[in-house]
Nanobody
């Protein structure tokens, strides 16, 4: 059984930093892409950043230069380093993992349960 679990959220003052982690556990072949999304109250879920298996990254304009996405393939873990946090970054942050279970190019999407990030002004 595959699980995707985020950790590292919390309450921080504006200008502060947090590091989110996303651990994928279970019997898998590999993780293709990993991504971080967020959803603020009353708003749609939006892509924050993603990273391919080869390490290519993509960021939302609102977080460029402040957030850094990375991954450790040996640990099946992804990270989101968030610096210079702003109150508008307050949201539930979700990890998404695109997973392969065999050498066949068949992918299954998994979501974590989310972790709350609150930035006070």
């Amino acid at each position: 059984q595959v699980q995707v679990v985020e950790s590292g959220g919390g309450l921080v003052e504006a200008g502060g930093s947090l590091r989110l982690s996303c651990l994928v556990s279970g019997s898998i072949f590999s993780i293709d892409s990993m991504a971080w999304y967020r959803q603020a109250p009353g708003k749609q879920r939006e892509l924050v950043a993603d990273i391919t298996s080869g390490g290519s990254t993509n960021y939302a304009d609102s977080v460029k230069g402040r957030f850094t996405v990375s991954r450790d393939n040996a640990k099946n873990t992804g990270y989101l380093q968030m610096n210079s946090l702003k109150p508008e970054d307050t949201a539930v942050y979700y990890c998404h993992a695109r997973i392969r279970f065999s050498r066949d190019y068949v992918f299954v999407n998994y979501w974590g349960q989310g972790t709350q990030v609150t930035v006070s002004s």
